[in-house]
């Protein structure tokens, strides 16, 4: 079956530490993956968009990984602050042509001062 | 702020009541979106609309029926609701666009609708 898997166990990092969350996937082969945050009671809001064609992408002290091969994204923060305490959620194009993501569940990150 | 706003914020109603959600886009987006989010669980797509038209409807009970009259707007109306429909109701939209032959689909999310049924 088809299935995006993020850590469901919040992830608690010191302030300056590099924050790292996984996204793994199975059964499916996406053109693209992104990555979104979310705050409590809040709609998610876009971060970067890696495609499947591209190893890194870097935007300010974000970074995210695609590994078609190990059916992996890596999302890195540098440098984390307890602003970018959240939920942050992976999403695939699980149907090429189709106009929609498939989410995962997400990973809770708290940025400890 | 998105670009994309969601009216009421927050619902409670019963059972047997009828009740419409809405959502404007004022990015020139074509695409729009209705998610459904529970606690503990991913968003789950519900209708997709492209240029007015539904693409997509993925098994969501009849008690659930958008309505897309223009580009911008989108509803989502409701009628004789479950308890277990509680949830946020997230709408979102999307630019048309291709990239290398690739549908571009960054999404842009509303703050949600919190749907409380009793």
């Known amino acids: 079956s088809q299935k995006i898997e993020q850590n469901s166990e919040a992830l608690n990092i010191q302030e300056g530490k590099t924050a790292t969350l996984t996204c793994n996937y199975t059964n499916y082969s996406p053109a693209y993956l992104q990555w979104y945050r979310q705050d409590p009671g809040r709609g998610p809001v876009f971060l970067l968009l890696i495609r499947e064609n591209e190893k890194e992408k870097r935007k300010e002290r974000l970074k995210v990984t695609f590994d078609t091969t190990l059916k992996q994204s890596l999302f890195h923060i540098t440098a984390s602050q307890p602003a970018d305490s959240a939920t942050y959620l992976c999403?695939?194009?699980?149907?090429?042509?189709?106009?929609?993501?498939?989410f995962g569940s997400g990973t809770r990150l708290q940025v400890q001062p | 702020e998105t670009g994309v706003t969601q009216t009421p914020r927050h619902l409670v109603m019963g059972m047997t009541n009828k009740k419409s959600l809405k959502c404007e886009q004022h990015?020139?987006?074509?695409?729009m979106y209705w998610y459904k989010q529970s606690a503990k669980k991913p968003l789950e797509l519900m209708f997709v609309?492209?240029?007015?038209?539904?693409?997509e409807n993925n098994s969501v009970p009849s008690r659930f029926s958008p309505e897309c009259p223009n580009s911008s707007h989108l509803f989502l109306h409701l009628h004789t609701l479950q308890p277990e429909d509680s949830a946020l109701y997230l709408c979102?939209?999307?630019?048309?666009?291709?990239?290398?032959?690739?549908?571009?689909?960054?999404?842009?999310f509303g703050p949600g609708t919190r749907l409380t049924v009793l």
């Open positions: 990015l020139g987006h074509n695409a």
């Open positions: 999403a695939l194009d699980t149907d090429t042509g189709r106009r929609a993501l498939t």
């Open positions: 979102a939209s999307s630019p048309e666009g291709l990239a290398g032959g690739l549908s571009y689909n960054e999404q842009f």
């Open positions: 609309y492209n240029f007015k038209e539904q693409t």
